[in-house]
C-alpha cells in the first residue's frame, strides 16, 4: 500500500546499468511484492475464519455482525487489488526508476478500502472498553480513540486522494504538485501511527479492567471459599493482548521503517500491507473464542471450567439458583454489566464473562 516512492539513484551502485537497474527494482519493488503476497494469504485465512464464525453468529446483534463484514470485505477487496498490483508491476519488465516508482490505480485503492478493516475492528474494541469503564472514564475514552482512529481513516483517504490526483507521482518532473511527496509522508505517519496509538489505548483499557475484575472476582471468590477467577478472565486477557498485539507491532514497525528507510527502500510497505488483514483476523480470532466459550460453558460443568464465579451468592445457595443464573447470562438476558452491577450492589465479588460480551442480545 505505498504511498511515497522509494528515492534510489543509480549511481548509488557502482555496477553496469543493467545490474544498477535490477538492484533499484529488488528494493523498491521487491518488499511490495511480498506484502502483496502475504495480504493475499492472509485474505484465504479471514475467509476460512469467517465461515467458521459465521455458523455461530446466530444469536450476535447486527451491529457485530456488520462489523465482521465490512472488515471481512474489506481485507477481501484489498487482497483483489493487491492482486491486480502483482499482476500489473509484474507483466510490467521496465526497470526504470520512472517505471518502478510510478504508483498505479490498485496500489493507491487498497490504502484506502483496507482503512475499512481497521475502522471496524477497532470500533468494536472501543465498544468493549466503553462497557468494562467507569462511567466517569467512558466518554473521555470515546473522545481519544475516535480522535486516533478518525485521524489514521481520514490520512488513508487522503493518501489515496493525493496518489489520485498525481497519477502515482511524487516529483514535479513527471507532472506531480510540488507539496505531493511532503504530504504523502505527513499522511503516511499519521496514518501508521495514530492506528498503532489506537491499538495501544484499546489494549490497556481492557486488560487493565479484566485485570481488575479478576482481583475483585478473585477476592470475593475467596470470601466465599470458591475457586478464582485465574481460568477465566485470565484467559480473556491473554485473547485481548493476542488480538491486538499484531496490528499494534505491525504498524509500529511499519511506522519506524517508514521514518528511517523511505529514502533508499520501500521496506515498511512489506508490513503496512498485512493490516487489513491482520485487523480482520483479530476481530474473528475474539469473537471464535467467545463462540467456543459459550458452547464450553453450556456443555461442561462450571466449577470445572472456571469461568462465571460466585453465581449462586445472592441467589438460593444452591446449584439450582446458579444453573439459572448461568442460563441468563448464556443466553443473553442478562448481561455482564447487569450481573456485575448486582454483584457489586450486594457485596459480592462477581466477575463476566467478557468473551461472551462481544455478541448476543444486550451483552
Known sequence: MGSTVSHIDQADYPAAQGVALQLNSDWTLGPLF??????????????????????????????????????????????????LSIISHGKDQNRSNDAISLLRGPDALSVL????????????FAARC?????????????????VLVLASAGSAFGITIVELINHGATDATRGASPDA????????????????????????????????????????AANAGRPGADGGLGGFMRVTFEAALCTTITAIVSGFTYVTLTETTNLSYAFSNLLPG????????????????????????LNTIQLVWDLSASLDGGSDGRDRCLS??????VSDAEYWAEGEQEGGGRGVIFGKAVGGRRR
Open 34 to 83: 511480498f506484502g502483496w503476497t502475504a495480504n493475499v494469504f492472509l485474505c484465504g485465512v479471514t475467509v476460512s475464519w469467517l465461515a467458521g464464525y459465521w455458523r455461530r453468529a446466530k444469536g450476535d446483534r447486527w451491529t457485530v455482525k456488520s462489523a465482521v463484514l465490512v472488515a471481512a470485505c474489506s481485507e477481501v477487496v484489498t487482497a483483489i487489488l493487491n492482486m
Open 113 to 124: 478500502i483496507g482503512a475499512f478493516a481497521a475502522v471496524a475492528a477497532q470500533a468494536f
Open 130 to 146: 466503553w462497557r468494562v469503564l467507569p462511567k466517569a472514564a467512558r466518554i473521555p475514552f470515546l473522545l481519544w480513540t475516535a
Open 181 to 220: 511527496y511532503e504530504n504523502l509522508y505527513n499522511l503516511a505517519l499519521a496514518w501508521l501511527f495514530c492506528g498503532a496509538a489506537a491499538d495501544i489505548s484499546i489494549s490497556a483499557v481492557l486488560i487493565t479492567r479484566l485485570w481488575q475484575k479478576k482481583r475483585a472476582a478473585n477476592a470475593g
Open 278 to 301: 491482520l485487523y480482520a483476523l483479530s476481530l474473528l480470532w475474539v469473537l471464535n473464542s467467545a463462540h467456543r466459550l459459550a458452547e464450553e460453558i453450556k456443555l461442561a460443568d
Open 328 to 333: 441468563r447470562i448464556v443466553e443473553g438476558t
